[in-house]
């Protein structure tokens, strides 16, 4: 199962998508990808591990178990912030550079 999370943001390198999805034990974590800018069709890069998965105990017992689910960024000086649903339960944020 995948899943688009926030906007897209548009880079001179690409359209870089945060995005959600859950594996065959049904573990939700956010992985990026990188389409052209010119033509969106054509997936540049994609990570090879999540950027974000359910490690706290608060992500991982809940109304659903092992869910971390990012739909929400916002750019603070030279961070990125991530809001996310965690275990169907809470809601969280967490950083990146």
């Known amino acids: ?5 926030p906007a ?3 880079t001179e390198s690409g359209i870089v998508l945060i995005y959600n999805g859950a594996d065959d ?3 939700y974590r956010t992985g990026v990808a990188v ?3 010119k ?3 054509k997936l540049l890069s994609r990570a090879d591990q999540p950027l974000f998965g359910p490690e706290k105990e608060w992500e991982k017992v809940g109304q659903v178990p ?3 689910f990012v739909e929400g960024m916002a750019r603070q ?4 912030l991530f809001y996310y649903g965690a275990a169907d339960k ?3 944020v967490a950083e990146a550079p």
Request: aromatic letters at 12%; proline letters at 11%; charged letters at 20%.
């Open 39 to 41: 033509d969106p069709r």
């Open 35 to 37: 389409f052209d800018r």
């Open 8 to 10: 897209p943001i548009l």
């Open 1 to 5: 199962m995948v899943e688009p999370g």
């Open 66 to 68: 092992n869910v971390v």
């Open 90 to 92: 809470y809601v969280g």
């Open 25 to 27: 034990q049904l573990v």
């Open 77 to 80: 000086g030279q961070r990125w």
